[in-house]
T-cell receptor, first 113, second 116 residues
């Protein structure tokens, strides 16, 4: 089954404790992206990747890092999480940038205390 | 960068009525406009999209129209049903363009409630 898998689905943690949210897709997609969803603000893109070893900032990259060492994986790293990063996070992928639509994962709800 | 505004933020209609959601965008180079539906607690899912070389696209009860000159596009749902109740997001991006940042910019969402 074609899917985008995020882990964990839920996480409550404390300020400053490094965390990683994993994202994996099994569709051999080139384009992958991370979004955060906050009430009234819709989905805002954090980072995206056009292919292996190619990443770029989205609209709200501050406080986040990503890597794309393999085509299937695109982890989101919060080196020093803060309460304003409490949000619902979605990973998405598409065959390539020119061929939408994007397939979304089920989301990760992060709470930073 | 691109800025997408979406209206209204909430919309309540009676079952069987039509619903229209409107979005405006700022980047005249944007040429791809998808619409996503997100049911409560679920992931966003594409329902329809349109590219800038087309003015209108239909898929059963759903249609999207695009006015490039005015830089706005709209989602039209006819004969609404209770299962259409969800949050709808518009988005804009550039495709087939080797310049500029390649990102998808979403509107803030419209919560549609279809009353039985």
């Amino acid at each position: 089954e074609a899917q985008v898998t995020q882990n964990p689905r839920y996480l409550i943690t404390v300020t400053g404790k490094k965390l990683t949210v994993t994202c994996s897709q099994n569709m051999n997609h080139e384009y992958m992206s991370w979004y955060r969803q906050d009430p009234g603000l819709g989905l805002r893109q954090i980072y995206y990747s056009m292919n292996v070893e190619v990443t770029d900032k989205g609209d709200v990259p501050e406080g986040y890092k990503v890597s794309r060492k393999e085509k299937r994986n695109f982890p989101l790293i919060l080196e020093s999480p803060s309460p304003n990063q409490t949000s619902l996070y979605f990973c998405a992928s598409s065959f390539d940038y020119h061929n939408q639509p994007q397939h979304f994962g089920d989301g990760t709800r992060l709470s930073i205390l | 960068g691109e800025n997408v505004e979406q209206h209204p933020s909430t919309l309540s209609v009676q079952e069987g009525d039509s619903a229209v959601i409107k979005c405006t965008y700022s980047d005249s180079a944007s040429n791809y406009f998808p619409w996503y539906k997100q049911e409560l607690g679920k992931r966003p899912q594409l329902i329809i999209d349109i590219r800038s070389n087309v003015g209108e696209k239909k898929d059963q009860r759903i249609a999207v129209t695009l006015n490039k000159t005015a830089k706005h596009f709209s989602l039209h749902i006819t004969e609404t049903q209770p299962e259409d109740s969800a949050v709808y997001f518009c988005a804009a991006s550039r495709l087939f363009d080797n310049t500029g940042r390649r990102a998808l910019t979403f509107g803030s969402g419209t919560r549609l409630q279809v009353q039985p």
